[in-house]
Structure formats: structure tokens, C-alpha cells
């Protein structure tokens, strides 16, 4: 990982890393599986803070909204990009923007112990 990176950054990088083609995780996932589950925005800002060197080894696109969308958040380009991207790895979006769960969602790792990042007090 990119040097000088805050350590959630990187706990969150080196996870969704982990995320096969074809498979989808939500904020909420990703930060629960890093033991901090009331933190599914502090992994959108991570993801928004990707270093370009880093956008060919990290599948940020895979990783969506609870309700299995695309979150926008000002960015329509970046929105639909991340579509375009997702469907080319065969991923199908309902009529209403949406991806089933059910079928695209990523357990997690088999294996998987969350990583130290919090600081100790």
C-alpha cells in the first residue's frame, strides 16, 4: 500500500482488495468485517481518497450501498462508471438501478482476522 496512508485507509484497501470479480460488498460490510460497524461512511471516504496507484489493485466499484445501489453522492460520472465496470465483470443491475444481494454479495474472507488499526488508548 501507498505510504503515509491513515491505517483505516489501508485496513479498508487491503480487504476490498480481497473482493472477487463478480461480487459486490456494502460500506456497512466492509466496515464491520474491520470491527468497526458504525463506521460504512469512514470506508466511503477511504474509497473516495484511493490513490490513483492504487485504483488498478483496489476494486473500489464493488463495493455498494446497503440497498444494493450505486451511491452517488455528486459524482454522476464516477457513478456510472462504477456500473459500467461492475457490469463488465457480470454483475446485473434490476430496472431499477439496483443489484440482487443475495446473488452478488461476497461472504468475506474465509479466513480473517481484523486488522489493529484503532489506535490504543
Do not use: C
Amino acid at each position: 500500500m501507498a505510504a503515509g496512508l491513515p491505517a483505516f485507509h489501508t485496513a479498508v484497501y487491503r480487504l476490498v482488495a480481497r473482493v472477487p470479480k463478480g461480487k459486490v460488498v456494502t460500506y456497512g460490510q466492509v466496515a464491520a468485517l474491520l470491527g468497526a460497524p458504525r463506521a460504512p461512511r469512514a470506508v466511503g471516504t477511504a474509497l473516495r481518497h484511493l490513490p490513483p496507484q492504487l485504483s488498478r489493485t483496489v476494486p473500489w466499484q464493488r463495493v455498494i450501498n446497503a440497498s444494493g445501489g450505486i451511491s452517488i453522492r455528486g459524482d454522476l460520472l464516477r457513478a456510472e462508471q462504477q456500473r459500467w465496470l461492475l457490469e463488465d465483470e457480470g454483475v446485473r443491475f434490476s430496472r431499477h438501478g439496483k443489484v440482487d444481494l443475495a446473488t452478488y454479495r461476497w461472504a468475506g474472507p474465509k479466513r480473517w482476522t481484523p486488522p489493529t488499526w484503532k489506535t490504543q488508548s
